[in-house]
């Protein structure tokens, strides 16, 4: 073996083991219109609007109108159905990023609320606080909604942001992540993931459906 071929074994990395370490999740799922729920949600949360003053002081919401966070205890059928339809993504997500054997052991508490957001409406980049996971699930969106394709869409970000001030050549990082919201899609993140919700500038309106959910094992 010449001089070159013995260091080139030398210096050969290709068993080097890589790993991917602090993931964070993003989960999508599309659940079926059975028997015309997202209709009925629909109506519901219109007679939530009709019922209540709307809009809390102390959300993100710039313009539209946002429902109590008292959903979650409601005894409505069609709430406690999307109730469950959380609560099994979360079962899910928990059997496949954890254990089967941990999500049958899982306990949840959910607090769920109603956003209607028409022309112009949008939510400011924040977090959601003392909760494992924050879900999503859109019952209604409007059928054209411009040429934007950012309009009336959940973006999520990067949340290692430093990483960004040293460039690593085949890494991108401070990057951020466009969800496209259509009915009887279902999103779950983690709560300290920073997001927004972008305006959508053409007549309609986009209702959801967003909660925050509590894990733990027990």
């Known amino acids: ?34 028997d015309g729920l997202d209709a009925r949600l629909c109506a519901y949360a219109k007679a939530e609007m009709a019922r209540t003053d709307g ?32 609560e099994s993504l979360v079962f899910e997500t928990t ?11 899982l306990e949840t508490r959910i607090d769920m609320w109603c956003n ?23 019952a209604e969106v409007p059928e054209d909604t411009g ?21 690593t050549p085949g890494m991108e990082f401070d990057l951020t992540r466009l969800v496209v919201p259509q009915p009887g899609l279902m999103v779950l993140f983690p709560s300290w993931l920073t997001h927004m919700v972008h305006p959508f500038r053409t007549q309609g309106r986009r209702i959801s459906f967003a909660s925050n959910i509590k894990a733990r094992l027990a």
């Open 1 to 34: 073996m010449t001089v070159l071929e013995q260091e080139k074994t030398v210096l050969d990395a290709s068993s080097a083991r890589m790993e991917t370490i602090f993931p964070t999740y993003l989960v999508t799922h599309h659940w079926p219109n059975v």
């Open 55 to 86: 809009l809390c002081s102390t959300t993100t919401n710039v313009g539209g109108w946002h429902s109590p966070k008292s959903l979650g205890t409601s005894s409505n059928p069609d709430i406690q159905a999307l109730l469950r339809r959380f």
């Open 95 to 105: 059997a496949r990023t954890a254990s089967p054997d941990n999500a049958k052991r």
């Open 116 to 138: 209607v957001n028409g022309i112009q409406d949008y939510n400011e980049p924040h977090i959601h606080r003392d909760c494992t996971w924050v879900g999503v699930y859109y």
């Open 147 to 167: 040429p934007d394709p950012r309009a009336g869409a959940l973006e999520v970000f990067d949340p290692r942001p430093a990483a960004a001030l040293v460039p």
